[in-house]
């Protein structure tokens, strides 16, 4: 299972939008609607931000919203703030009941 | 609420087993849909998936590492037990364990905070 492909960075402004992408093969992100997107600020444990394509868990701003198109997911922050700077990866259910991260993507709040 | 917390070693030597627990409350494993799984992140890199085990015991693991590792639960019914034969410095990196609660998602809505393993050569 290849990892799945992220920008290694992305950036915006205060109140910008920025996507986030993460490309998949025909065996995970195309196949199933399982893509999880996390957040992770340095020396902290990642948080779940969306979970099955495009559901927020409770207490996610709707800021933070997901997408699919073919095999490829996206992450979509609007309004962006200055605590929104922070590694983000994909995640997705595989093929064989396994499952794949993606590279990981950092985001600078310029 | 729900925890779950990681232990072990935090130094092993090349070529050494590396058996890590993770310890959680809140829930049970053998609750239909619970999964949990292991994985790894090196530092300044990626997130790796290891491993998973389900309620039903199914056990399922990395195709790079699989015939390297072993996921088990352990009697006490609330630990996870991950092992790691012949470690290798690469290996150096945070492990974490993680729960999904199929059925509701298909996600980690909960992670432990981590245990650092470094490897020796």
């Known amino acids: 299972q290849s990892a799945l492909t992220q920008p290694r960075s992305v950036s915006g402004s205060p109140g910008q939008s920025v996507t986030i992408s993460c490309t998949g093969a025909s065996s995970d992100v195309a196949v199933h609607n399982y893509v999880s997107w996390y957040q992770q600020h340095p020396g902290k444990a990642p948080k779940l931000i969306i979970y099955d394509v495009s559901h927020r868990p409770s207490g996610v701003p709707d800021r933070f919203s997901g997408s699919e198109s073919g095999n490829t997911a996206s992450l979509t922050i609007s309004g962006l703030q200055a605590d929104d700077e922070a590694d983000y990866f994909c995640?997705?259910?595989?093929?064989?009941?396994?499952?794949?991260f993606g590279g990981g993507t950092k985001l600078t709040v310029l | 609420q729900v925890t779950l917390r990681e232990s072990g070693p935090a130094l092993v030597k090349a070529t050494q087993t590396l058996t890590l627990a993770c310890t959680f409350s809140?829930?049970?494993?053998?609750?239909?849909?619970?999964?949990v799984s292991w994985i790894r992140q090196p530092p300044g890199k990626a997130l790796e998936w290891l491993a998973r085990i389900d309620w039903d015991e199914d056990e399922y693991y990395s195709s790079s590492l699989k015939t390297r590792l072993t996921i088990s639960k352990d009697t006490s019914g609330n630990q996870v037990v991950l092992t790691m034969t012949n470690m290798d410095p690469v290996d150096t990196a945070m492990y974490y364990c993680?729960?999904?609660?199929?059925?509701?998602?298909?996600?980690?809505?909960?992670w432990g905070q981590g245990t650092m393993v470094t490897v020796s050569s």
């Open positions: 809140g829930f049970s494993l053998s609750t239909t849909g619970m999964c």
């Open positions: 995640c997705s259910f595989a093929g064989g009941s396994t499952e794949v």
């Open positions: 993680a729960r999904i609660v199929y059925g509701a998602t298909w996600a980690y809505d909960i």
